[in-house]
């Protein structure tokens, strides 16, 4: 019985996420296959029922893909730490304590170059 378990677990860790991420675009193709298309077909899928369903469709998997990929990660104790224009990171949630210290850091020297810099108006040693 272990054994079974142990088993079961080694599959789920190695094919899980692969297996999930598959059944979220059976979903995103089953959807965008059967949705019905509109009368008025908006202009933002150019006017076209293809265009319509693969939007549809691909919507669906992205929002699916990106509640597989959450609970991927709050599995692993892990979670998104970062949003920006370089992308969007994941970590362990573990250093995050380590993290904040490391930002409030940065921003304690970032406000001390701020009050250094002063305006050359207010300085009365420059009149």
Do not use: K
Request: glycine share 8%; hydrophobic share 50%; with cysteine.
């Amino acid at each position: 019985m272990a054994n079974r378990l142990r088993s079961m677990m080694s599959w789920l860790v190695r094919w899980g996420f692969a297996t999930m991420v598959g059944v979220c675009a059976v979903i995103g193709v089953l959807v965008a296959v059967t949705v019905p298309i509109p009368p008025d077909v908006p202009g933002i899928a150019l006017q076209a029922a293809p265009v319509y369903r693969l939007e549809v469709g691909a919507a669906i998997f992205a929002g699916l893909y990106l509640l597989v990929t959450s609970l991927g990660l709050a599995l692993q104790n892990r979670a998104f730490t970062e949003f920006g224009t370089g992308g969007v990171r994941a970590r362990s949630l573990r250093d995050l304590p380590t993290t904040l210290r490391q930002h409030e850091r940065a921003l304690e020297v970032l406000a001390d170059i701020v009050y250094d810099i002063r305006d050359p108006r207010d300085d009365p040693e420059g009149q």
